[in-house]
């Protein structure tokens, strides 16, 4: 890699040259990636790759005029201190906020790069383009708000929300839900089951963590296999299998982790208070994510924890 402050002027022209190619490349995909489910912002990136091209278009006819048609192969990761922006195959599912974030971040860093390459220019007609493109890039952030108010309707704002809503709800909310129900009602059996058999509270913590993390692992692997989110429109099996397996060993470690403490009643007790928190927020968020009236979901998850919690207890003291 080389400093910005070795390269010559031709240099600093190729290498706006593959900033731009580069900057409308990754619009591009943006547009590719959201026209689906978001048509609207889709447009937008879509103007913002246009006017990419025409940036480099007149970098290409500056390089050609002062040093001829043979432009070097200068990228933005073969600089020193270039910001690298994360490959678009990364990033799927592409998300709103996520690639709007991401856009910003590039034209604040092309704003910075043209500034600092029309300072170092000598030649004035170099200067000046590149001047007039830092301006561009400053402006491009009003630009995109301008298009998106352009495009952007307040019903077609309201469909793309809806659909970002979805996709988070799809992709985080329902696995993260089912793996803390499974993880918060699954393991209230056999810990409270340890606890009353052995009244020992170092055993029924090991019990807990043993099922909980296993129920965590086993919960995980199930989601990321049973679909693999093309079809169906949920995400990443890996993400979603992450996010199932972590609320899963999350919801059972609640009411293990009180076992830690030596004295078994007070243990027992902030465990009994630690599980109805968790059912708590199980029904608070089915009330809110799943569209589940508040009182139903409590009574389901009542009755559900209810059950199984006086199974353990009836078997520990058997």
């Not at 856009?103 to 200067?127: C, K, N, P, V, W």
């Not at 699954?186 to 090991?206: C, G, K, Q, R």
């Amino acid at each position: 890699m080389r400093a910005f402050a070795e390269l010559s002027e031709q240099e600093i022209l190729a290498l706006a040259i593959s900033v731009e190619e580069e900057h409308g490349r990754i619009y591009c995909a943006y547009a590719q990636g959201l026209a689906e489910t978001y048509p609207a912002s889709a447009k937008v990136f879509t103007d913002m790759a246009d006017e990419e091209n025409v940036h480099r278009g007149w970098l290409i006819e500056l390089h050609r005029k002062r040093f001829g048609e043979n432009i070097p192969l200068i990228r933005p990761q073969d600089v020193r201190g270039f910001m690298k922006h994360e490959p678009i195959w990364l990033v799927r599912p592409l998300g709103l906020d996520r690639v709007r974030s991401q856009a910003s971040t590039i034209e604040e860093s092309a704003h910075r790069f043209y500034t600092l390459a029309a300072s170092r220019a000598q030649d004035a007609g170099t200067r000046k383009l590149l001047g007039d493109l830092a301006n561009a890039e400053a402006k491009h952030v009003v630009t995109a708000r301008q298009l998106q108010e352009e495009h952007l309707t307040p019903d077609a704002r309201a469909i793309e929300d809806d659909a970002n809503h979805r996709q988070f709800v799809l992709t985080y909310v329902q696995p993260g839900l089912a793996g803390l129900m499974d993880g918060s009602v699954s393991t209230l059996a056999p810990i409270f089951a340890a606890a009353f058999a052995t009244h020992n509270t170092w055993e029924t913590f090991l019990v807990g963590l043993a099922a909980s993390v296993g129920a965590g692992i086993s919960m995980g692997m199930t989601e990321a296999m049973s679909d693999d989110g093309q079809i169906s429109g949920r995400g990443s099996p890996i993400t979603r299998g992450v996010v199932t397996g972590l609320m899963t060993a999350l919801g059972g470690l609640g009411h293990a982790l009180p076992y830690l403490i030596p004295n078994f009643n007070v243990a027992t007790a902030v465990a009994f208070a630690v599980v109805f928190v968790e059912l708590w927020v199980i029904a608070w968020i089915r009330s809110k994510y799943m569209d589940t009236p508040f009182l139903r979901a409590v009574f389901e998850v009542v009755v559900g924890g209810a059950i199984v919690f006086a199974v353990g207890i009836l078997i520990g003291s058997s």
